[in-house]
């Protein structure tokens, strides 16, 4: 923990299958970088922040949510990854495997870059905020919770500035 910190060692513990050797490679857990798994979440987390406080500080709110407005395919993958995380933490419980839930974070990170690559959440300049942008917002704060939640079961800061 002394050459990681302590978020890298848990996380790195975690995301290990219990009946698999665990490889601890000190030079990736201390990178600030995509390959470094925990860095990845807590980056995508802290990027879910950064759109929200842009958003409260133009004005935007979420507003009602209106999920049928939610078309594109990053959109979609966004929302599937969302609606599994409540079994994912079910499974991984039961069957003791919390590596599950790392894993999982990891894919729902990845995704939400994808998904913030693809579409615009906050609109540009002086463009007025649609509905379309307030259930973006939505979605994006759904996935910030869902990723703060899971950091949180195993014992990782979920940081909001990086």
Known sequence: MEAVGVDAARYALARASADSAIDLDVDVLTRKSNDNPVYYVQYAHARMCAVARKAAAR????????????????????????????????????????????????????????????????????????????????????????????????GVTAPERM
Do not use: K, M, W
């Open 59 to 154: 004005g935007i709110g979420g507003g009602d949510f209106r999920p049928e407005l939610l078309t594109h395919e990053r959109e979609s993958d966004l929302l599937g990854l969302l609606a599994e995380f409540p079994g994912v933490v079910s499974a991984a419980a039961e069957q003791r495997e919390v590596h599950h839930v790392a894993r999982h974070l990891e894919r729902l990170s990845g995704t939400f870059h994808r998904f913030y690559d693809a579409c615009r959440i906050l609109p540009l300049g002086e463009e007025p905020a649609t509905d379309l942008t307030r259930a973006r917002l939505v979605l994006s704060e759904a996935a910030r919770t869902v990723l703060r939640n899971g950091l949180g079961l195993l």
